[in-house]
């Protein structure tokens, strides 16, 4: 069964200092995609970055990095020099191959302190 | 910038009535996405459209809901008649049909509330 897990329900980081968020996956598929989006409190999902399962590098978009471990099946979210803007709600999300259906996880609410 | 729009944005209604969501996918976007998200909880994927086909309504439970996309483009999600757990955030997104793996853009969403 596919299945997406996020097991830190919130985070708290110092403004200007670096957070991981954690996300594992699981898929019996060789092909799929990893996804993180961003969910302020006004709703609407931003999105972050992308990882295919078959990416050589790690993503990177601006401040954020994905460290993908494929082996662990971990796909976590590098937020470097957080800004008080970054709270909000992240989601991990994964597409896999045959059906293509997106399944997320629960969520990690970041709190970024000034 | 393009942007997925959806209305309303609020509503709220009385269990048992009939409630409709709307909304109207970037342009060219052939693929249109319903995810209901619970509060707390990450978004669950309802139906997805490929053009005015569905693709996935494995998780939309059809006695009371229902999906359309007539003419592939806009789509209208209703829910008759509304259960108190229907209370949530009903979000609609679109990408590209060319890839599966490209993002997916989202609408503001719609939140209900169902007394």
């Known amino acids: 069964a596919q299945k997406i897990t996020q097991t830190q329900p919130g985070m708290f980081v110092q403004e200007k200092e670096a957070v991981t968020l954690d996300c594992t996956y699981d898929?019996?598929?060789?092909?799929?995609?990893l996804f993180w989006y961003k969910q302020p409190s006004s709703g609407e999902m931003i999105f972050l970055i992308y990882?295919?399962?078959?990416?050589?590098q790690n993503a990177t978009e601006g401040r954020y990095s994905l460290n993908f471990q494929k082996a662990r099946k971990s796909a976590n979210l590098v937020i470097s020099a957080s800004q008080l803007g970054d709270s909000a709600m992240y989601f991990c999300?994964?597409?896999?191959?045959?059906?293509?259906?997106?399944?997320f996880g629960a969520g990690t609410r970041l709190f970024v302190k000034a | 910038e393009a942007e997925v729009a959806q209305s309303p944005r609020y509503k709220i209604t009385e269990k048992s009535q009939a409630v409709a969501f709307w909304c109207d996918p970037i342009?060219?976007?052939?693929?249109l996405y319903w995810y209901r998200q619970i509060l707390g909880q990450g978004p669950e994927l309802l139906v997805q459209?490929?053009?005015?086909?569905?693709?996935?309504d494995s998780q939309l439970p059809k006695d009371r809901f229902s999906a359309e996309r007539l003419k592939g483009v806009d789509s209208t999600l209703k829910i008759q008649p509304a259960e108190l757990g229907d209370s949530a955030m009903y979000l609609c997104?679109?990408?590209?049909?060319?890839?599966?793996?490209?993002?997916?853009?989202f609408g503001p969403g719609t939140r209900l509330t169902v007394l």
């Open positions: 999300a994964m597409i896999s191959g045959g059906g293509f259906k997106t399944i």
């Open positions: 997104a679109s990408s590209l049909v060319a890839d599966p793996y490209n993002e997916q853009f």
């Open positions: 898929t019996s598929d060789p092909s799929y995609g």
């Open positions: 342009s060219g976007h052939a693929t």
């Open positions: 990882q295919g399962s078959y990416d050589q």
């Open positions: 459209f490929q053009d005015e086909s569905v693709v996935d």
